[in-house]
């Protein structure tokens, strides 16, 4: 066979077309061989069969033939029995300029390794993933399998599958009291590509200055940063967000986590409620309201969510990060309804869509009741792994002042002023010297304020908590 100028073997990209017209065998050898040296081709790499190759590339057996013949008298490959052809041999490496250092910019965004000698990491915002319902979700997603028609797996609707929407207009109806239907709602990637949306949606109405929670959630700042926006901190206290204070500071919008406020569990106060939605009113402003625990309450009646109250002015966001799995990416949106075109198109411009087959199982889980199921087994799991970390905390460090109990995944530690402990960076990192990680509550702060520690307990045992409670309080009374 002679070589034909318009084809090739993806292999490598060869291509035979830039090969000299009888010396077919020694480009295919210094091929090869480049691809060998220059480490693309590691060693144990297997070859494509003789008879493959030369049929991709339109080229005689015997030229791939003598070719590997040549490289293996070269050392760089060889034959292994029930394999085939392989490289055996990298020979010296290709000098090769070192890559751009990205760490700087993109190492903090990535997972961070277990931290070495940590026995109990008790970071917040980590639900209990040994919980994943796997036997629950295997069963809807063979159930939806089974009923699902070709054009379920079609690029679908940006806003999100139609069933799913639906699904979930009913059940935040039923269990936040949201006033919305599946046309009010766009099927989001977790809160981050909602608030990522939300935005460039201010940032293409000449808005940059947004207001936010101090303490509050860093990666949600970061976020906002990302796309353009300058946060602006509006102190916290046991009421949640000082309302009263966006006035003043003038941003024309703000993002709250009204029902546990994260780090501090502050639920917003009624007082404090009435005053932000008035300012929305008089300012015609944004309200972006983060939900993302919601679903875990133990001592206290449900918080209603503010778009129930004030749906022209909330952009209502949740997911199912603490529910199911962060991993799942699965999360939803409802904004104002003059802000929803807008969305849908820069949703559809950022990947056209969220994956369909987690889509329908979702819906499957709710609509069967199996969601609400796992939710209050979790609930239930939760509050007894609560309960023994407070214990352990009450017995062992009865000094210390315990925030945020009530709901949510965390609580927050705060020890006497004149305890001389130092800088609660200082006394997490002695805590963690003891094999347990805490956060320090200045982490989330932007401006100074009193010292803590933030506690996640919904990842470990009763008696893992106990254990980490008892290191912190010898750690931090030492």
């Known amino acids: 066979m002679g070589s034909d100028s318009g084809l090739g073997a993806d292999f490598l990209q060869l291509r035979p077309a830039s090969a000299p017209a009888k010396g077919l065998t020694s480009w295919l050898v210094d091929a090869l061989r480049q691809a060998i040296t220059d480490g693309r081709l590691r060693d144990g790499a297997r070859l494509p069969a003789t008879r493959a190759l030369a049929e991709d590339l339109r080229v005689s057996r015997g030229v791939v033939v003598e070719a590997y013949r040549r490289l293996g008298d070269e050392g760089l490959v060889g ?22 250092d990205w760490r700087d910019t993109a190492a903090p965004l990535l997972p961070l390794p277990p931290r070495p000698g ?13 919980a994943f319902p796997r036997s629950v979700w295997l069963r809807a997603e063979r159930a939806v399998l089974d009923n699902a028609t070709a054009s379920n797996f079609g690029y679908g609707d940006p806003r999100g599958s139609g069933k799913l929407r639906q699904e979930l207009a009913d059940w935040l109806t039923r269990t936040r009291g949201i ?19 939300l935005a460039q949606w201010l940032r293409g109405r000449g808005s940059t200055a947004i207001g936010v929670e101090d303490p509050g959630s860093r990666g949600a700042r970061d976020e906002l940063v990302h796309w353009g926006l300058d946060p602006v901190p509006v102190p916290v206290d046991s009421d949640g967000m000082r309302t009263g204070e966006l006035a003043a500071s003038g941003p ?31 300012e015609n402003a944004l309200i972006v309201e983060d939900d993302y625990d919601a679903d875990y309450r133990y001592d206290r009646a449900p918080v209603p969510a503010l778009q129930a109250s004030a749906p022209d002015h909330v952009a209502y966001t949740g997911s199912t990060s603490k529910s199911l799995a962060p991993g799942m990416r699965l999360g939803w949106l409802i904004p104002p309804r003059h802000m929803y075109a807008d969305l849908v198109v820069a949703r559809h411009a950022s990947d056209l869509g969220s994956p369909a087959l987690p889509q329908l199982v979702l819906a ?24 023994a970390l407070l214990t352990s905390l009450h017995q062992h460090l009865p000094q210390a002042r315990v925030h945020g109990v009530a709901a949510g995944l965390h609580v927050q530690l705060t020890l006497p002023d004149d305890a001389g402990l ?10 963690r010297q003891a094999a347990v990680n805490v956060h320090p509550l200045s982490w989330y702060r932007v401006k100074p304020g009193p010292p803590g520690l933030v506690l996640g307990y919904a990842a470990h045992s009763p008696h893992r908590l106990r254990t980490a409670a008892q290191r912190i309080a010898e750690t931090t009374l030492s």
């Open 79 to 100: 034959g292994r029995t029930g394999v085939g052809t392989v490289v055996t041999s990298l020979g010296p490496p290709a000098r090769r300029p070192p890559p751009p």
């Open 118 to 130: 940590v026995a109990v990491d008790l970071s917040p915002g980590v639900p209990d993933l040994s």
């Open 179 to 197: 006033r919305a239907t599946a046309d009010d709602i766009i099927v989001v990637a977790g809160v981050a590509q909602a608030l990522a949306l």
């Open 252 to 282: 024309p919008a703000v993002l709250l986590t009204p029902a546990h406020q994260f780090p501090t569990g502050a639920a917003l106060a009624p007082y404090r409620r009435h005053t932000l939605l008035d300012w929305a009113a008089k």
């Open 364 to 387: 499957h889980l709710i609509a069967t009741g199996e969601l609400d199921r796992h939710i209050r087994l979790m609930r239930a799991r939760h509050r007894t792994r609560r309960d």
């Open 422 to 431: 130092g800088t609660d960076t200082a006394v997490a990192e002695r805590i």
